[in-house]
Nanobody, 125 residues
Framework: VQLQASGGGLVQAGGSLRLSCAVS????????IGWFRQAPGKEREGVSCISTSTGIAYYADSMKGRFTISTYNVKNTVYLRMNSLKPEDTATYYC???????????????????WGKGTQVTVSS
């Protein structure tokens, strides 16, 4: 099982990035794929999650209107488009897979089956 996150980088405030999570080793449609982030000294927090079978998406309040999660099922990939980035968005971003719709909807890391390695996002002011 592998979740490969990519697309992080350094961007100025107000800029955009698109993160990708390429999934392999399990049936893509059987899982919900989410993004979490963790800044130094802070707890890991949920960013967004999507059901790969229904397309239903969930967002943390502070990301609504700025971030968009989407799937490209043919390539077993989930994207996170991040617009209007702020310095407080600086963190390591992780993609994760869960079988549990409740975990996806609540954006809680409890119930996550698989984690990918993170990709660093740095937003300068």
């Amino acid at each position: 099982v592998q979740l490969q996150a990519s697309g992080g980088g350094l961007v100025q405030a107000g800029g955009s990035l698109r993160l990708s999570c390429a999934v392999s080793g399990f049936t893509f449609d059987d899982y919900n794929i989410g993004w979490f982030r963790q800044a130094p000294g802070k707890e890991r927090e949920g960013v967004s999650c999507i059901s790969t079978s229904t397309g239903i998406a969930y967002y943390a309040d502070s990301m609504k209107g700025r971030f968009t999660i989407s799937t490209y099922n043919v390539k077993n990939t989930v994207y996170l488009r991040m617009n209007s980035l702020k310095p407080e968005d600086t963190a390591t971003y992780y993609c994760a897979a869960t079988r549990f719709s409740n975990s996806c909807a609540s954006l809680h890391y409890y119930g996550i089956d698989y984690w990918g390695k993170g990709t660093q996002v740095t937003v300068s002011s």
